[in-house]
T-cell receptor, first 111, second 115 residues
Framework: GEDVEQSLFLSVREGDSSVINCTYT??????LYWYKQEPGAGLQLLTY?????DMKQDQRLTVLLNKKDKHLSLRIADTQTGDSAIYFC???????????FGKGTTLSVSS | DGGITQSPKYLFRKEGQNVTLSCEQN?????MYWYRQDPGQGLRLIYY???????QKGDIAEGYSVSREKKESFPLTVTSAQKNPTAFYLC??????????????FGSGTQLSVL
């Protein structure tokens, strides 16, 4: 079945780069997403990438997709304390009717 | 401003009681979803609806019920059959009923606790 895996925690210092990794199992995945959740709030879409792309950059965010290894990463440059949140990877397969989410990676940024 | 509104923010349930969580959207979205979030468990799909008067079970539908009488509204009832209801409940919607690019918009969530 479909599954999305993420590491649960990442701790970085302010100003460093953060890299959050995700692996997925469904080879028919068409779009892959990164969502951000701040404490006590809903999820906000950060960025997404279509499966025929290798990389997408959006200001401080860089998404890398290795379709062969089914590996997705989110790099946050110059990480700020306001980036502290839970980051969810999600996939949408051709056969699926809803997004499948990973368990989320809690990013902690220290000053 | 367009968006998704969930209410209440906090809800308490007594044993044996049914409670209903509200979700309203004014984005003119066709599809709506309910997810349950437990610490360290990520989001799990409870129910979804792709069109008015139609809905489908997700991965953990037991102990829950929904209705979709209006496009804007998708209430979730947590019944007494749900033995472990304490969780953060998230409602979401998307315009792309048939599109593969399903960008979800989320409400701010309801925290349900058992008294």
């Amino acid at each position: 079945g479909e599954d999305v895996e993420q590491s649960l925690f990442l701790s970085v210092r302010e100003g460093d780069s953060s890299v959050i990794n995700c692996t997925y199992t469904d080879s028919s995945s068409t779009y892959l997403y990164w969502y951000k959740q701040e404490p006590g709030a809903g999820l906000q879409l950060l960025t997404y990438i279509f499966s025929n792309m290798d990389m997408k950059q959006d200001q401080r965010l860089t998404v890398l997709l290795n379709k062969k290894d089914k590996h997705l990463s989110l790099r946050i440059a110059d990480t700020q304390t306001g980036d502290s949140a839970i980051y969810f990877c999600a996939e949408r397969s051709q056969a699926g009717t809803a997004l499948i989410f990973g368990k989320g990676t809690t990013l902690s940024v220290s000053s | 401003d367009g968006g998704i509104t969930q209410s209440p923010k906090y809800l308490f349930r007594k044993e044996g009681q049914n409670v209903t969580l509200s979700c309203e959207q004014n984005l003119n979205h066709d599809a709506m979803y309910w997810y349950r979030q437990d610490p360290g468990q990520g989001l799990r799909l409870i129910y979804y609806s792709q069109i008015v008067n139609d809905f489908q079970k997700g991965d953990i539908a037991e102990g829950y019920s929904v209705s979709r009488e209006k496009k804007e509204s998708f209430p979730l009832t947590v019944t007494s059959a749900q033995k472990n209801p304490t969780a953060f409940y998230l409602c979401a919607s998307t315009a792309a009923r048939d599109s593969l690019n399903e960008k979800l918009f989320f409400g701010s969530g309801t925290q349900l606790s058992v008294l």
